[in-house]
């Protein structure tokens, strides 16, 4: 059936920009049957690419070249970097992105260059600036090793019982950590060609915090770490450096990533290279061969994918295709679906140290990362694959059951779901003095528990205790406004989005007083245009909530809920008809705006996929007057 099949008076419009949208998306589709939109992030991914290389003294003339030319095209007229489109000035990044131009060959006195290095002093200089961007410093002479924190490798020695162990980090954190601590026993020191004096302001950063406090006795902790390190017990470090790398060496992924995250790829490349191993050894060669395939080449310009996003791009596809109307068993439908059932997670991974009885399952993010599935991705790809027309059924049945095994015994003792771990919520974390940059623990969030119960009801599992638990969860981190904070999606519209439609699918009264709040929330933050926005200051600044430009993914989470509490309710019309005058000739939305999070306050994403993945399903919805 086509998408203007047998629609409902008064929405011709809307129909036709749902079949604009569907012919654009079957258009992009990779002829191996995923979907993949770039994902866009800031230039410390570009900066960092090129100081690796400096590092490892493999450094190109072309690929500086492209790159620098890249990092420019992203400065401001102020001098300024931000980490995301039309924010403020950031001072980690502008930093980061001053060194990458400097290697580039841009001279000290440029005008481009003095004004960034303006920027940074009057933000606090690179005695303000994160932990990560002062050993990046460190690296090369620029910053003194004794005046960083203590990362020693011991750590990798505590038992998973003992507090503050590498499996009390999220994922993304401990696979830094790991490699980080190899790099600071090390203290090494490379050439970087100039100094940075002009970013420096001489004025340093240290609170003495008061023992009373958690911070404070971490700070003891710190400096006690400090005495060790200038006379660590021999036999001590070298057994943690051989573990720390075993470690790494046991997470390298088959396209030569970690993770398949740009973090601890680096980190474990330059890990492995001072503990001893040539750049020619198949591991390193692996690694450095697969960060190629994260970069980006044109008109003269080289930029670099944080992450890649094919399983979670294809799943979101599959959806609105089907919101959309689309067969069940179109071709591009059944390709898809043959490839997420190759991208089925069948081994164990760092989730097993907390669920070590639990069966494989899932599917992750990235083209390649089995270490780490996630739930996320999982309940999106068995929503997307149980409204397929396969044509073998029993294999699809069989993965769709395994999914749902892994994701039901990844539930945390309280009823919520995070991303990537069971408890993980060890919020001590998040004292010790190295971690000042974006979320270190995964505990539960709105927006996953939303995805779960969504699937668990879409598969008739709504009155089973998991998803009356996740349910409960849900309506316990209900904000007193009545919105919900999105953990992976800016912010509260994105929460909201998600977690409206789970509870009405899983048997939740429209009437219901958490459902008629978050309405009212919504409908309260509705722009005068029709569409809806959040500016990711939210997440920092609580004025900001619900409030900021219209786009089309974010028009899309709002109506999507709105659809599922009101139905065609005058504010829902208002929404469909934003997207519908918004929509491109090609069946597109533009979106410059970042409308995804990576760690709430300092790392932001643009998935280019966002602005026509979610408008399907919102106008599919609208259109054929599904919830």
Not at 525 to 541: A, T
Request: aromatic share 10%.
């Amino acid at each position: 059936m086509s998408p203007e099949a047998a629609l409902p008076e008064g929405t011709d419009a809307a129909a036709r920009a749902l079949a604009r949208g569907c012919d654009h998306l079957l258009s992009l589709q990779h002829p191996r049957g995923y979907w993949k939109g770039e994902l866009e992030t800031n230039v410390t991914m570009e900066a960092e690419d090129l100081l690796l290389r400096q590092f490892l003294g493999i450094r190109g003339e072309r690929e500086t070249r492209e790159t620098a030319a890249w990092i420019r095209s992203r400065q401001r007229a102020d001098g300024s970097f931000a980490t995301y489109h039309g924010g403020p000035p950031e001072l980690s990044t502008t930093l980061e992105a001053w060194v990458a131009l400097r290697l580039a060959g841009d001279p000290v006195d440029a005008q481009h260059m003095r004004r960034a290095a303006e920027v940074v002093r009057d933000h606090g200089g690179i005695e303000g600036s994160r932990v990560f961007t002062r050993i990046w410093m460190a690296l090369f002479g620029q910053w003194e090793w004794e005046r960083l924190p203590a990362l020693p490798p011991e750590l990798i020695l505590l038992p998973s019982w003992c507090p503050l162990n590498i499996y009390d980090f999220g994922c993304w954190a401990r696979q830094t950590i790991v490699p980080l601590t190899v790099v600071s026993a090390h203290r090494p020191r490379r050439e970087l060609g100039f100094g940075i004096d002009e970013l420096r302001t001489g004025r340093l950063r240290e609170e003495r915090l008061p023992l009373s406090s958690w911070g404070g006795r971490f700070q003891a902790l710190d400096r006690a770490l400090h005495l060790y390190e200038r006379h660590p017990f021999g036999p001590l470090r070298r057994t943690a450096l051989r573990l720390c790398c075993e470690w790494i060496l046991r997470r390298q992924e088959a396209d030569g990533c970690w993770g398949g995250i740009q973090p601890p790829w680096v980190y474990s490349l330059m890990a492995l290279h001072l503990e001893g191993y040539p750049l020619d050894h198949p591991v390193l060669r692996r690694g450095l061969e697969g960060l190629e395939g994260f970069a980006i080449v044109e008109n003269g310009m080289r930029r670099l994918e944080a992450c890649q996003s094919p399983v979670w791009d294809t799943a979101l596809a599959l959806v609105g295709l089907a919101d959309a109307g689309v067969a069940s068993d179109h071709p591009a439908v059944v390709r898809a679906a043959d490839y997420l059932l190759g991208e089925e997670i069948r081994v164990p991974g760092d989730w097993a140290v907390r669920r070590p009885r639990l069966a494989p399952g899932g599917f992750a993010f990235e083209f390649e990362n089995d270490n780490y599935p996630d739930v996320d991705d999982t309940a999106e790809v068995v929503m997307a694959l149980r409204g397929i027309a396969h044509p073998d059924k029993p294999r699809l049945e069989a993965a769709i059951t395994r999914s749902l095994r892994w994701t039901l015994g990844m539930q945390c003792r309280d009823g919520g779901f995070a991303a990537f771990d069971a408890d993980n919520t060890q919020w001590l974390c998040g004292e010790l003095p190295f971690c000042d940059f974006g979320e270190v623990i995964d505990p539960p969030s709105a927006d996953v528990t939303a995805h779960v119960l969504e699937m668990l009801a879409l598969e008739g599992r709504a009155t089973e205790a998991p998803a009356r638990a996740a349910r409960e969860w849900l309506l316990r981190a209900q904000e007193p406004d009545g919105s919900w904070f999105g953990r992976w999606g800016a912010n509260h519209v994105y929460g909201t989005g998600a977690a409206l439609p789970a509870l009405v699918r899983g048997g939740m009264d429209r009437e219901h007083p958490a459902i008629r709040r978050a309405v009212e929330w919504l409908e309260a933050h509705q722009n005068p245009d029709g569409g809806f926005g959040e500016d990711l200051r939210s997440y920092e600044d609580a004025s900001w909530r619900g409030r900021g430009t219209s786009t089309a993914s974010q028009t899309a989470w709002a109506l999507l809920a709105l659809l599922a509490a009101d139905g065609r309710s005058p504010a829902a019309r208002r929404g469909a008809r934003w997207l519908v005058r918004a929509q491109r000739p090609d069946g597109g939305w533009d979106e410059p705006e970042f409308t995804g999070t990576g760690f709430p306050g300092d790392f932001y994403i643009r998935y280019h996929l966002y602005a026509l993945h979610f408008p399907l399903m919102a106008l599919g919805r609208f259109v054929r007057g599904t919830v």
